[in-house]
T-cell receptor, first 109, second 117 residues
Framework: GQNIDQPTEMTATEGAIVQINCTYQ??????LFWYQQHAGEAPTFLSY??LDGLEEKGRFSSFLSRSKGYSYLLLKELQMKDSASYLC??????????WGAGTKLIIKP | GAVVSQHPSRVICKSGTSVKIECRSL??????MFWYRQFPKKSLMLMAT?????????EQGVEKDKFLINHASLTLSTLTVTSAHPEDSSFYIC?????????????FGPGTRLTVL
């Protein structure tokens, strides 16, 4: 079956760095997305990786290893507004998005 | 960035009534629109995928007679929850994509919180 695993909850301190991991098992693979979702709101797009390596976009970076079925989202210089759920989603061979359950990130002062 | 609107943002209705939710792409043409529902502290669950001018493709376990989807134009899709019951209470989110496949970035609407009494 198809599966996405990511931690349920993480806590970090304002100003610090946090890495949210995601492993995936899909029938075929056409890329991996990260989305941010604040409570009660719809997800917003953060990143899309289809090639191995690190993609940096401001304070956020996303990494992909296709051979390991692994990705992470790295958040630097954490701000209180970064408190949200972070959803990992993989695109399978049929171009269907397989969603993880999300990682709730709690930022403490 | 591309903007997707959803209306209404919140709706409370009595059991047995039907509720229509609109999803609009405001500044681009959405070849494909997706409808999701999300339970508290759970991930998004894809309900159906619709392409403009054709019938929606429903995910396994989603009743198409219960959740009517119409994608009449490239900027509008509607989801009608027919004869709503309390178990239909959920957060419904639409997303729109300019491409035919979901590997194109999906732009999400703000969501509609449905409460059925």
């Amino acid at each position: 079956g198809q599966n996405i695993d990511q931690p349920t909850e993480m806590t970090a301190t304002e100003g610090a760095i946090v890495q949210i991991n995601c492993t995936y098992q899909t029938s075929g693979f056409n890329g991996l997305f990260w989305y941010q979702q604040h409570a009660g709101e719809a997800p917003t797009f953060l990143s899309y990786n289809v090639l191995d390596g690190l993609e940096e976009k401001g304070r956020f970076s996303s990494f992909l290893s296709r051979s390991k079925g692994y990705s992470y989202l790295l958040l630097k210089e954490l701000q209180m507004k970064d408190s949200a759920s972070y959803l990992c989603a993989a695109l399978d061979s049929n171009y269907q998005l397989i969603w993880g359950a999300g990682t709730k990130l709690i930022i403490k002062p | 960035g591309a903007v997707v609107s959803q209306h209404p943002s919140r709706v409370i209705c009595k059991s047995g009534t039907s509720v229509k939710i609109e999803c609009r792409s405001l500044d681009f043409q959405a070849t494909t629109m997706f409808w999701y529902r999300q339970f508290p502290k759970k991930s998004l669950m894809l309900m159906a995928t619709s392409n403009e001018g054709s019938k929606a493709t429903y995910e396994q376990g989603v009743e198409k007679d219960k959740f009517l989807i119409n994608h009449a134009s490239l900027t509008l899709s509607t989801l009608t929850v027919t004869s709503a019951h309390p178990e239909d209470s959920s957060f419904y989110i639409c997303s729109a994509s300019p491409g035919q496949f979901s590997y194109n970035e999906q732009f999400f609407g703000p969501g509609t919180r449905l409460t059925v009494l």
